[in-house]
């Protein structure tokens, strides 16, 4: 999904403009439709739906647009009804990849992200074939600048909150990888050291990442990364290249 830049090396994401906002809204609106579906329409007992619904206000989605998209999946809303689908892939250089999208027609979906991969190099996989070599964790993005105690006092922090692993993806912004099943814990444990989180997620983490030394190849995923953010039943993408 169309973001800022958080794990260039782990899932492809760039700045939105005014331009996408509308595409960035119908996204998340069917991906908190689904969530509320599955596990409940209340963000106090559907952890999943209260990450998706805090990820819709950092990108200023309006609240009532948030409230349709929770009715719509309690089939308070007449709507079409989405699916989540998960396509592995290999892109150019050899890469991984893991596109989670959302859909109303998996055969049109799947067919059409099978031509983009194609046009840059890039091919379906069997299932299974990818997946086992990333891990589901969760993934806390923290802004050390706005921050108190220093950047090692944060990591104690984290560490003290039950962070599986550490990564400092620039100076100022930490990742915290944590098991799946305690994002949550460890997110609110955050807080009550009054650590402000910018964002927390479920992704795929790869187990190790390879570098593209070919630049023709790089530029080619890049290409194919983009294409594929492009596409409206695409959340997000992930890939094991290294920076």
């Known amino acids: 999904m169309s973001g800022h830049s958080k794990w260039s090396q782990i899932k492809h994401k760039k700045a939105i403009t005014d331009a996408k906002r509308g595409k960035l809204f119908s996204k998340l609106s069917n991906l908190i439709s689904v969530v509320a579906r599955q596990k409940g329409g209340d963000p ?19 609240n009532e647009n948030i409230e349709r ?3 719509k999946g309690l089939g308070e809303l007449e709507g079409v009804k989405m699916e989540e689908l998960i396509i592995e892939a290999y892109g150019p ?3 991984a990849l893991i596109i989670d999208a959302l859909t109303d027609n998996k055969n049109r979906t799947v067919s059409e992200i099978k031509y983009l991969l194609t046009q840059y190099s890039g091919k379906m996989a069997e299932a299974g074939s990818v997946l086992w070599l990333f891990e589901r964790k969760g993934a806390i993005v923290i802004n050390a600048a706005a921050a108190s105690g220093g950047r090692e006092n944060l990591e104690l922090s984290a560490i003290d909150c039950g962070a599986q692993d550490l990564r400092w993806q620039t100076p100022d912004m930490l990742e915290v990888y944590t098991r799946a099943e305690e994002l949550e814990k460890v997110k609110k444990c955050l807080e009550t050291k009054n650590v402000r989180t910018e964002s927390a997620s479920l992704d795929w983490i790869p187990k190790n990442e390879i570098a593209i030394e070919d630049a023709k190849a790089k530029a080619s995923l890049e290409k194919l990364l983009e294409a594929l953010d492009e596409h409206q039943d695409i ?3 992930y890939s094991n290249q290294s920076q």
């Open 235 to 237: 959340q997000e993408i």
């Open 69 to 71: 998209a929770i009715k």
């Open 93 to 95: 250089g050899g890469t």
């Open 44 to 62: 106090d007992t559907n952890p999943q739906l209260r990450l998706v619904v805090e990820k819709a206000r950092s990108f200023n989605m309006p």
